[in-house]
C-alpha cells in the first residue's frame, strides 16, 4: 500500500470514528432511574424499574414495563415528558394501561365485578389490588396485594422486560413480556401476554402516546390521519370552505375540524374534549395512524399489528394522544402476541445515513462493512446499519440495497428519473437531461417563438389555446409507491376558470393526475373526482416554484389525502379536500400545457420550466434543494 493511500485511509477512518462518536453520542438528557437506548440519530429514554431512583409510573395504573419517557430523532423531540415524575405525575411519554373501564363499552379489569369490597382482582401490568365496595375507578389507589415483579436485559438498542406473580386474583393471573427495539427511525414495541390463571379473561391495553413536536404548543397546523373513512363522537365537524376564500387557520372558528379522513387542530387546543375515532365495521386494511406538524415538519406514525377497537383523541395545549385500544380474550394457558411500531419522521432525515453526516456516502458503507452479518449482541453489532426490515436484525444485503437507494444523496435527495430543462431555443422537442424520454411539442408556432427567457435559462411558453408537450414510454413506477413531480409556472393573465398545468400517468379518465391553476388563481391537484386545494395564490403573473408528492400511509392505497403540495417550497394547508383513492394506472405519459379532456380543464396560459420527476416522496427540504439548483443555474 502506498503511503499516499495509507494517509487516506488513516484519515478516512479518524473522520468515520468522530462521525460516528457525535451520531451515537447520548445527547439526550436522562431522568433519574432510566437507560438510553439508541440506533443511527434514534435515542429513546426508559424507565429502569430495578432503580430506587425511577419513581416514574410506580404507582397503580400504568405499568412499569417498557416506560418509554422520551424519544428524540437528530435532537428533535416527539414525547412530551416533564422533568420530574413519581407514582402520579406521569403525564408523559408512552404510558401502558389495561382495562381503564373509563366508558360503558369499555372493560373494566378481571376479576373486579366479581367479588366483593375486599376481594383481589387482576391490574394487568400492575399486580392484584383489593377492590373496594363503588364500581372501578381507573384513577382509584386500591391496595396492594401482590406487586408484579419486573426483570430487564438492557443492550444497547434494546431491552427486553419480563414481569410475573406468584399469586392470583381468585382465578385470574398473567405474565407479561415487552422487547424495546430501536432502529434508525423506528421504535418497536413487542408484547407477549400469557394467561397462566385458571379462568379466561378479556382485556384492553392502551399507551397514552403523548406526542409533541419540539416543544410546539398543539395547535395550529397539527393533522391526524387515518386509513379509513372514520366516524367520531362527539361528531367533528367537517371543514366548510367561506365565501371568500383565505387562510384555514383565519377562516376556522372550531379547535378541531375534518378535512375528508383528517382531523385538523386549527387553533391551539386547551381543553378540547376526548374524541372517539371509529372505522367502518368492514374495513380490514392496516391498524395505524398518521400525526404531523405542519411548521416543525415532524410527522409520527403509528401501527398495531392487531386491529383496534377504536382510537380515543386526548389533547392539551402541550400534547396530542391518539390512543389505539387493543382487545384480546385469553383461555387459561392461552397467549398473545402483538406489535407497536412507532416511526418518527423530520424533514431531510435519511435512515441510510447512520454517520448522521447528512449524506450517504463512503462512511456509511464503512460503518455498514464493519458490522457485516452481525446480529445482536455480536461484537461487531452496529443498530445503525440494519436498514430492512424491522424483523430482519441481521446486517446483510438488503441492508446494502438500502443503502444503496440513497447512495451519493444528500438529505435524502434522490437523482430525477426525467429532467426538462425546457432550455432548447429552436424545434418542436423537449430534451429530456436523463436522456430517455424527450417530449414532442404541438401546436406551437413554426418561428420557434415558443421558446422564451424562464427562471434559469430558457422556458417554455404554452398560449391557452393548442400548445402542449406530449411524452410517452416514462418508467412506470409501481402503484402505491412515493412520487413526485415538481415545476416553475407563470400565468400570462388571471385564469377565468382552471387551466392544465400538466396531467401525469394513464390518460384514461379518472386515471391521472392533474395539477392545474383554478378560477381563484391557487394550485389545484385532482385524479377522478377526487381533488386537493391550496390555499397559496400561484395565478398572480409572478413565477412560482410548485411540487405535488404522493407519500402515501398505506403503499398499498394511496389516496388524494397522501398528496403533499407545495409552492415556492412551503408546504401548503389544504383548505378543501374531496377523498378518493387514487388508481394505478399502467401507461406511463406526460402531458405539459394541457388536460387530457378538455371537457374538464382549459389548456393553459402561461409560462413553464424545469419540470422533474422522482420516484420518491420529496421533504420540504429536499424541494427546497430543487427550487435553489434551479435559480443557480
Known amino acids: 500500500m502506498s503511503r499516499v493511500v495509507s494517509i487516506w485511509v488513516v484519515a478516512a477512518s479518524i473522520l468515520l470514528a468522530l462521525e460516528t462518536e457525535r451520531a451515537t453520542g447520548q445527547s439526550l438528557p436522562a431522568h433519574a432511574g432510566t437507560r438510553l437506548l439508541q440506533s443511527g440519530g434514534l435515542v429513546v429514554e426508559v424507565g429502569d424499574p430495578e432503580s430506587s431512583e425511577c419513581l416514574w409510573n410506580k404507582g397503580l395504573r400504568f405499568s412499569l414495563v ?87 436485559t438492557w443492550q444497547q438498542d434494546r431491552a427486553h422486560f419480563a414481569q410475573t406473580l406468584a399469586g392470583s386474583a381468585n382465578g385470574y393471573s398473567c405474565s407479561l413480556e415487552e422487547d424495546v427495539i430501536v432502529k434508525n427511525d423506528r421504535l418497536i414495541l413487542n408484547y407477549l401476554l400469557r394467561n397462566t390463571g385458571s379462568k379466561a379473561f378479556t382485556t384492553e391495553q392502551y399507551l397514552h402516546d403523548f406526542l409533541c413536536f419540539s416543544g410546539r404548543s398543539v395547535g395550529p397546523n397539527v393533522r391526524l390521519s387515518f386509513p379509513y373513512d372514520f366516524t367520531t363522537s362527539p361528531a367533528v365537524s367537517p371543514w366548510q370552505a367561506p365565501a371568500a376564500i383565505r387562510s384555514i387557520v383565519a377562516a376556522a372558528n372550531p379547535v378541531v375540524v375534518r378535512v375528508a379522513n383528517m382531523i385538523e387542530f386549527m387553533d391551539k387546543a386547551t381543553s378540547v374534549p376526548k374524541i372517539w375515532v371509529y372505522k367502518p365495521q368492514d374495513y380490514a386494511g392496516p391498524e395505524l395512524c398518521a400525526i404531523e406538524h405542519a411548521e416543525t415538519l415532524q410527522r409520527v406514525c403509528i401501527e398495531t399489528s392487531i386491529p383496534a377497537a377504536y382510537v380515543g383523541i386526548w389533547t392539551t395545549d402541550y400534547q396530542v394522544s391518539p390512543e389505539q385500544f387493543l382487545q384480546v380474550t385469553l383461555a387459561p394457558g392461552a397467549e398473545t402476541r402483538f406489535t407497536r411500531t412507532y416511526t418518527f419522521r423530520i424533514d431531510g432525515f435519511v435512515p441510510q445515513d447512520g454517520t448522521g453526516d447528512n449524506a450517504v456516502d463512503m462512511n456509511d458503507l464503512s460503518l455498514l462493512s464493519s458490522a457485516w452479518l452481525d446480529r445482536p449482541g455480536d461484537a461487531g453489532w452496529e443498530p445503525a446499519c440494519d436498514l430492512s426490515s424491522p424483523k430482519d436484525d441481521k446486517v446483510d444485503l438488503r441492508d446494502f440495497a438500502a443503502l444503496a437507494r440513497q447512495w451519493r444523496q444528500k438529505a435524502g435527495l434522490a437523482a430525477p428519473t426525467a429532467h426538462w ?116 395564490i400561484v395565478g398572480d403573473l409572478q413565477w412560482h416554484h410548485i411540487a405535488v408528492a404522493l407519500d402515501p400511509l398505506v403503499p398499498s392505497q394511496p389516496h388524494v389525502s397522501d398528496i403533499r403540495l407545495y409552492v415556492d417550497t412551503r408546504p401548503q394547508s389544504v383548505y378543501e379536500m374531496k377523498e378518493q383513492e387514487i388508481p394505478a394506472g399502467v401507461v406511463e405519459c406526460l402531458r405539459i400545457g394541457a388536460p387530457c379532456d378538455f371537457a374538464t380543464s382549459q389548456p393553459f396560459d402561461g409560462m413553464v420550466d424545469d419540470i422533474q420527476i422522482f420516484d420518491t416522496a420529496l421533504s420540504q427540504a429536499n424541494v427546497g434543494h430543487v427550487y435553489n439548483a434551479a435559480l443557480s443555474r
Not at 75 to 84: N, R
Request: aromatic share 8%; net charge negative.
Open 421 to 536: 430543462k425546457l432550455d432548447e431555443t429552436a424545434g418542436t422537442t423537449a430534451f429530456d437531461e436523463r436522456g430517455q424520454h424527450p417530449g414532442i411539442l404541438y401546436g406551437v408556432p413554426g418561428d420557434h417563438s415558443q421558446w422564451v427567457t424562464g427562471t434559469s435559462g430558457g422556458a417554455l411558453r404554452c398560449d391557452g389555446i393548442d400548445d402542449s408537450v406530449e411524452i410517452t414510454g416514462l418508467p412506470s413506477i409501481p402503484a402505491g409507491n412515493p412520487r413526485t413531480i415538481t415545476a416553475w409556472i407563470k400565468v400570462s393573465k388571471k385564469p377565468p376558470a382552471s387551466q392544465a398545468i400538466l396531467a401525469w400517468g394513464d390518460p384514461t379518465p379518472g386515471k391521472h393526475w392533474l395539477l392545474e391553476v383554478d378560477g381563484n388563481r391557487r394550485l389545484r391537484f385532482s385524479c377522478g373526482t377526487g381533488y386537493a386545494l391550496a390555499t397559496r
Open 66 to 152: 417498557a416506560n418509554v419517557l422520551r424519544a428524540q430523532l437528530h435532537g428533535q423531540d416527539f414525547l412530551y415528558s416533564p422533568v420530574g415524575g413519581g407514582a402520579l405525575t406521569y403525564l408523559g411519554g408512552l404510558p401502558m394501561e389495561f382495562d381503564i373501564g373509563q366508558e360503558a363499552f369499555q372493560p373494566d379489569p378481571p376479576g373486579y365485578n366479581e367479588g366483593k369490597s375486599g376481594d383481589p382482582f387482576l391490574k394487568i401490568g400492575v399486580g392484584i389490588l383489593r377492590r373496594d365496595g363503588s364500581a372501578y375507578n381507573f384513577s382509584t389507589s386500591y391496595p396492594v396485594v401482590e406487586q408484579a415483579h419486573t426483570t430487564v
